[in-house]
């Protein structure tokens, strides 16, 4: 089976620039979930998607974030402007389903913000 | 908002050695609870998960875990530590499948 699909891998740009993450998660699954994980510390959720329809995202900085899940497959978070504090590694999950709980992560994109 | 608090950032222990890392979450209401680990250079991936029923949840790789409702806890427990499990070990707690929050990690390093 598949994993969860990340890219790039890595990413360098200056603050005030835009940058795009893609996702792609293991085929059948439902559930999609993106994490911002800061060196440090834990991963953070920013955003859940339940198919193509978000179930939480309290914590999604909206005034410079943007996600979206077309077609209820893959997924692209967007920062536009980045700023220095957006340096993270972006961590895309999936699962069966929202009541399956069990989340498969993908290797993650780093991100420095320079 | 629920919040995770891990008690160790770094452990280090000798092979053999025996394992707990403790766990605190914040919120009162029914919680669902997790384990995941992060292998050097590897993915997040769940050890064990306690969603209802017996508190003492088995996990892969002879991991363990118990739920304490009273004391708010769900520490990570292992018998005899290998060099294998050095990783970073992460607590999470979600509410009915969504409010996933995870602590931040206790990195374990087995001497061998």
């Known amino acids: 089976e598949a994993g969860v699909a990340q890219s790039p891998r890595y990413k360098i740009i200056e603050k005030r620039q835009s940058v795009a993450f893609w996702c792609n998660p293991i085929s059948g699954h439902a559930t999609l979930y993106w994490y911002q994980q800061i060196l440090g510390q834990g991963p953070k959720l920013l955003i859940q998607?339940?198919?193509?329809?978000?179930?939480?995202d309290s914590q999604l900085p909206k005034d410079r974030f943007s996600a979206e899940r077309l077609k209820g497959v893959d997924s692209t978070l967007k920062i536009q402007p980045a700023k220095l504090e957006d340096s993270a590694v972006y961590l895309c999950a999936s699962s069966l389903s929202q009541g399956s709980y069990e989340q498969y992560f993908g290797p993650g994109t780093r991100l420095t913000v320079t | 908002a629920q919040s995770v608090s891990q008690h160790n950032h770094h452990v280090i222990l000798s092979e053999a050695a025996s394992l707990e890392l403790g766990c605190n979450y914040s919120?009162?209401?029914?919680?669902?609870l997790f384990w995941y680990v992060q292998y050097p250079g590897q993915h997040l991936q769940l050890l064990l998960k306690?969603?209802?029923?017996?508190?003492l949840v088995k996990g892969i790789k002879g991991f363990e875990a118990e739920f304490i409702k009273s004391k708010f806890s769900f520490n990570l427990r292992k018998p005899s530590v290998q060099w294998s499990d050095t990783a970073e070990y992460f607590c999470?707690?979600?509410?009915?499948?969504?409010?996933?929050?995870f602590g931040p990690g206790t990195r374990l390093s087995v001497l061998p």
């Open positions: 999470a707690v979600s509410r009915d499948g969504q409010n996933f929050v």
């Open positions: 919120y009162g209401g029914t919680v669902n």
């Open positions: 306690y969603f209802s029923g017996d508190p």
């Open positions: 998607f339940q198919n193509n329809g978000v179930v939480d």
